[in-house]
């Protein structure tokens, strides 16, 4: 995708977001290209899911969402949350008596995807039932019953093991030109996606393409992350991390 002209989906020209007065990521400039994959990294209170915010209300209908405390009823079914992610779709009236008696297709729908993500067997089960992973791999669910062509993500697989966040995030990329997703997976930031944007101290730090990034430069975004007395140098070869100055901003940009 690199070099090719792609469509513009967003882009922030110096700007200001945070909430009301309270401005997180000061001056922001950053560009969302469709056919990006793109790992948003930083640590806690960076600012991810303050962009990921603002993406979601810029891109407007075009993304699926998923957000961080996933957002389920507990008390509802498996399947009625799955739903949930087309319910502006339907009228009142359909949607009420799909809460009795869920309608047909639909049905055989969420349960094609129920099965995609190891969730067989579960779709009348209350969400408030089920594991931390299997919750997530609902709100995953319902983020792509939504049927869009871009998918927004804050830390879509935190509670699963690496291996099925892999599964995951393939099964996202299948079914999506262009993704942005928080997480706290450096390694997969690296080798799942394109591009990453990182934040640090209130700007991007690095907006680069994964193929160009060392881990030593990823963990640069966790300033905080304490070191156990006698564990060798954090980086891939032993070298000091990287200042936040020297990090890759813009790097690989077409
Ligand atoms: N609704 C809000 N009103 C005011 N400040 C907020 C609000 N939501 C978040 N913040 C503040 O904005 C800053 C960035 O928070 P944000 O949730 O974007 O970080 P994050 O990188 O997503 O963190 P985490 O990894 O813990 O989810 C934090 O200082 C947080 O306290």
Redesign the pocket.
């Known amino acids: 995708m690199e070099g090719e002209q792609r469509r513009l989906l967003v882009r922030f020209e110096g700007e200001d977001l ?3 007065a ?1 401005v ?1 990521l000061p001056r922001l400039s950053l560009a969302l290209h469709q056919g990006e994959r793109i790992a948003l990294l ?12 603002e993406l979601r209300r810029r891109l407007g209908g075009e993304a699926a969402w998923c957000p ?1 405390h996933h957002g389920l009823v507990p008390q509802l079914a498996v399947y009625h949350n799955v739903f949930m992610g087309r319910l502006p779709e339907y009228s009142a009236l359909a949607n009420l008596w799909n809460l009795v008696r869920p309608l047909r297709g639909p049905w055989r729908e969420v349960a094609a995807l129920c099965d995609e993500l190891g969730l067989t067997g579960l779709m009348r089960r209350p969400v408030g039932e089920l594991s931390g992973g299997q919750r997530q791999r609902v709100a995953i669910a319902r983020a792509l019953y939504q049927a869009r062509p871009l998918f927004l993500g ?2 879509p697989v935190a509670s699963v093991d690496p291996h099925q966040a892999l599964r995951l995030l393939d099964l996202i990329d299948s079914r999506h030109t262009t993704s942005v997703v ?1 997480l ?1 997976q450096r390694e997969l930031a690296l080798s799942h996606f394109d591009r990453v944007w990182g ?1 640090r101290d209130g700007r991007l730090a690095i907006d680069a393409r994964a193929d160009e990034l060392s881990l030593a430069e990823l963990d640069a975004l966790y300033p905080d992350a304490a070191e156990p007395a006698g564990s060798p140098p954090p980086g891939n070869d032993g070298a000091p991390l990287p200042s936040p100055e020297a990090l890759p901003c813009a790097r690989g940009r077409p």
């Open positions: 945070g909430h009301g309270h997180v930083g640590q806690s209170g960076a600012g991810k899911s303050t962009l990921l915010a961080q804050d830390e928080a706290h934040l």
